[in-house]
């Protein structure tokens, strides 16, 4: 099992920026695919992107489409969350999640055995 820490969450305004980090506690994330999700008051929990386990493949919910970038350190200590343009409607707890293997859709929640508890991201309008 492996014990996954958030960083980097906080209050910014409209149109701002917020970098998320994940890493993994005792040991990096090599050959871990790494998903990160989102859930705002009252809504269930959503996919927000995903990187593979070689790193060579990333997705992303249309909803943050060319807004955000998932990226892994050089070290593949930890995997990043970059949020540029930040709206009102991307305040949420965000979650990391890591796998070792896909066996369902990179999209499912279900498709990751271990999570992190999350970093609330508050964006102001």
């Known amino acids: 099992q492996v014990q996954l820490v958030e960083s980097g969450g906080g209050l910014v305004q409209a149109g701002g920026s917020l970098r998320l980090s994940c890493a993994a506690s005792g040991r990096t994330l090599y050959r871990y695919g790494v998903g990160w999700f989102r859930q705002a008051p009252g809504k269930e929990r959503e996919f927000v992107a995903a990187?593979?386990?070689?790193?060579?493949?990333?997705y992303y919910a249309d909803s943050v489409k060319g807004r955000f970038t998932i990226s892994r350190d050089n070290a593949q200590i930890t995997v990043a969350l970059q949020m540029n343009s930040l709206k009102p409607d991307d305040t949420a707890v965000y979650y990391c999640?890591?796998?070792?293997?896909?066996?369902?859709?990179?999209?499912?929640?279900?498709?990751?055995?271990?999570w992190g508890r999350g970093t609330q991201v508050t964006v102001s309008s």
């Open positions: 999640a890591a796998t070792d293997h896909y066996a369902g859709s990179y999209y499912l929640g279900s498709s990751y055995g271990d």
């Open positions: 990187v593979s386990l070689s790193g060579g493949i990333t």
